[in-house]
């Protein structure tokens, strides 16, 4: 299994320090559901990114066809854990401001979902569109 070790420290330096931020704050409702969404998400996000395996480029490649996992339900798990992950940070953190963050990268995870769609239709053709049509995203 391929695993991008830049990504996991990241992840790893990221969250003592999101921790530190955290803990000094107030609980307010806004903080707890924000945790609630973020670090279930975060979770499965971690989840998807191990299922995916070999199959992750952070460009639109077509090497294999994962679908089993998290991937038989959502064929986009890292996209939709990931800005939910993001939602639930900027609930938490109480930075309206990165509504702004969060409403440029929905259009771009679109577009790029559609950019790996086309991808995948060209290299796996009826299978893919098979296991499009059994998922959702």
Not at 14 to 22: D, E, G, K, R, T
Not at 25 to 37: C, E, F, N, P, Q
Not at 58 to 64: D, E, F, N, R, Y
Not at 112 to 133: C, H, M, P
Request: positive net charge.
């Amino acid at each position: 299994m391929k695993l991008n070790y830049g990504t996991l420290i990241l992840i790893a330096l990221s969250m003592p320090v999101l921790a530190v931020y955290l803990l000094p704050l107030a609980w307010t409702v806004s903080r707890i559901a924000g945790l609630i969404i973020a670090v279930p998400a975060f979770i499965l996000f971690i989840v998807a990114r191990i299922q995916l395996g070999k199959a992750f480029s952070l460009q639109a490649k077509a090497s294999i066809l994962v679908t089993t996992g998290i991937y038989s339900r959502i064929r986009n798990p890292i996209y939709i854990f990931g800005g939910l992950v993001m939602a639930g940070i900027i609930l938490c953190v109480n930075l309206p401001w990165l509504l702004l963050v969060f409403a440029v990268l929905i259009p771009m995870q679109i577009y790029r979902s559609r950019n790996e769609e086309r991808v995948l239709t060209e290299k796996f053709g009826a299978a893919y569109l098979d296991y499009k049509r059994q998922t959702w995203f």
